[in-house]
T-cell receptor
């Protein structure tokens, strides 16, 4: 019940395309769903986050789509750029508690 | 504004030796965390601390010891290093009152021979 399952493990997208990474969770008590971005040799950094009271949140080219009934949320990167190449982690937490992390997706944007 | 720093950045040690990884944050954040990152496993929580002198186990605490005598420091000690503890270790911190964002350090890459 504590797991967050992330897919795909790796993803190659052409420059200008849409990158989509999916996550699924079981625990309906989760109330905070962040996405973190990690570049090689660096620590992860918060990219965007959503709470279950909204179905979508957009920040620039990055959008989280949230489906409460399906217990799924996804990250969409529009007009993907080579600079977006990184590892992306989804996570979930319950009421200010510790984060439960997905396994990560290595995204490569081909020029 | 130094933020959160980790030292050393790279460490090679031998099986059975004691190793201490340091973490220091300048924000006075209440929460601090230690994660290890391994291919295929993402980030796994080793220990966390809600405040000075308060620590608790995470998902993979065996073989590790932590302490937090001061708010800004959260060292992680491998009492007797094993090859399975070869990994990249990340420290993170979070404010108790300013949202749930965790801020990560640059990581320590540890190789146990």
């Amino acid at each position: 019940q504590q797991q967050v399952k992330q897919s795909p493990q790796s993803l190659i997208v052409q420059k200008g395309g849409i990158s989509i990474i999916n996550c699924a969770y079981e625990n309906t008590a989760f109330d905070y769903f962040p996405w973190y971005q990690q570049f090689p040799g660096k620590g992860p950094a918060l990219l965007i986050a959503i709470r279950p009271d909204v179905s979508e949140k957009k920040e620039g080219r990055f959008t989280i789509s949230f489906n409460k009934s399906a217990k799924q949320f996804s990250l969409h990167i529009m007009d993907s750029q080579p600079g977006d190449s990184a590892t992306y982690f989804c996570a979930a937490s319950r009421s200010n508690y510790q984060l439960i992390w997905g396994a990560g997706t290595k995204l490569i944007i081909k020029p | 504004d130094a933020g959160i720093t980790q030292s050393p950045r790279y460490k090679i040690t031998e099986t059975g030796r004691q190793v201490t990884l340091m973490c220091h944050q300048t924000w006075s954040h209440s929460y601090m965390f230690w994660y290890r990152q391994d291919l295929g496993h993402g980030l796994r929580l080793i220990y966390y601390s809600a405040a000075a002198d308060i620590t608790d186990k995470g998902e993979v605490p065996d073989g590790y010891v932590v302490s937090r005598s001061k708010t800004e420091n959260f060292p992680l000690t491998l009492e007797s290093a094993t090859r399975s503890q070869t990994s990249v270790y990340f420290c993170a911190s979070r404010s108790e009152s300013k949202g749930e964002t965790q801020y990560f350090g640059p990581g320590t890459r540890l190789l146990v021979l």
